[in-house]
């Protein structure tokens, strides 16, 4: 009966140890003190890249005049309403505008595209108002997280702190100290690392994401421990189950 009490306390302190957590592990923000302030240099602003889909509205004090540059599909057909095309950038990084023609916009802010179509719509139009959205602007968001996927994301700009709450923030198995974001650029996948225990997370150059970034979180020893034991978890489970059932029925008869 003893070996059935120290196989039991056995199992139960291996459950305790590799399921325990410290402080440094995963507190945010640890170095940060009250009313304490950082001042945020980062001039992060969103690039259009190849593939990115580009709504872009153009509009006037005269409907007329500025119809010609905004694209519609559905138009009369069957009654339903017309839906506005949206603009891919293709493998060049360029878009083909109604009579402009090609514009190169990869690489450009749309603040810098506002300025560059205010300017070539300027033998058309007087003081046309520029709307653009990017369309696909998404992130995914993988590993230790409590609900991994790829969100949509409303606006220009997004940090890696919103991102990680769209997904239901880190599980306590994710390491926090080492969080890799894969960007990019080009063709070519770069990979940034965050820590995210520092309040000079802010400073990485991928506290703000651009579209299309992956944020992975890896899972530390305790998670690495309980997936690869899994089956045999399930097994020592079952096992320290009997141990009991035996134990209480031995007791009983005494």
Known sequence: MKIYVRSIVLLLGITFVTSCA??????YFQDTGDFETLVNNNDFVSKFKVDDLVSIHISSLNPEASAPFNLFRGAGEGGFQAEQVDYLVDQAGEIDFPVIGKLKIEGLSPEELRLLLRDRLSDYLKDPIINIRLRNFTVTVLGEVNSPGTYPVNGEQITILEALGMAGDLTIRGVRQNV?????????KVYNRIDLTTKEMVKSPVFYLTQNDVVYVEPNRSGITASSLDNRANIAISIASILITSTVLILSRQ
Do not use: A, Y
């Open 180 to 188: 890799l974001v894969i960007r990019d650029f080009n063709g070519t």
């Open 22 to 27: 410290s402080r440094k592990e995963v507190v």
